[in-house]
Nanobody, 119 residues
Framework: VQLVESGGGLVQTGRSLRLSCAAS????????VGWYRQAPGKQRVLVAD???????NYAASVKGRFTVSRDNAKNTVYLQMNSLKPGDTAVYYC??????????????WGQGTLVTVSS
């Protein structure tokens, strides 16, 4: 059972990246799937989340630049990041409730993917 994030990398200011979070060997629970980020020396914070019904929520710092979406058939959640800034540099994590065997496990984290935005 894994949440596998991908799509991170090094980009210049103003460019875009699309992150993916795929549920491997499991499925997402009914609660929202969240994207979090943790910059060096800072706490992990919520960037955006999306419910199973497609309702979305964004941190003020990314609203209008980032878009979260999901493909329930593929058990994958995406984070489209546009107009990236150096302040977006962080490790981005996916968080969700997932099914492990016959039990739901809350607050399951992926391994993270690094996004670095150069000025």
């Amino acid at each position: 059972v894994q949440l596998v994030e991908s799509g991170g990398g090094l980009v210049q200011t103003g460019r875009s990246l699309r992150l993916s979070c795929a549920a491997s060997g499991t499925i997402f629970g009914s609660d929202a799937v969240g994207w979090y980020r943790q910059a060096p020396g800072k706490q992990r914070v919520l960037v955006a989340d999306i419910t199973s019904g497609g309702y979305t929520n964004y941190a003020a710092s990314v609203k209008g630049r980032f878009t979260v979406s999901r493909d329930n058939a593929k058990n994958t959640v995406y984070l489209q990041m546009n107009s990236l800034k150096p302040g977006d540099t962080a490790v981005y994590y996916c968080n969700a409730d997932v099914l492990v065997g016959d039990k739901w496990v809350s607050d399951y984290w992926g391994q993270g993917t690094l996004v670095t935005v150069s000025s």
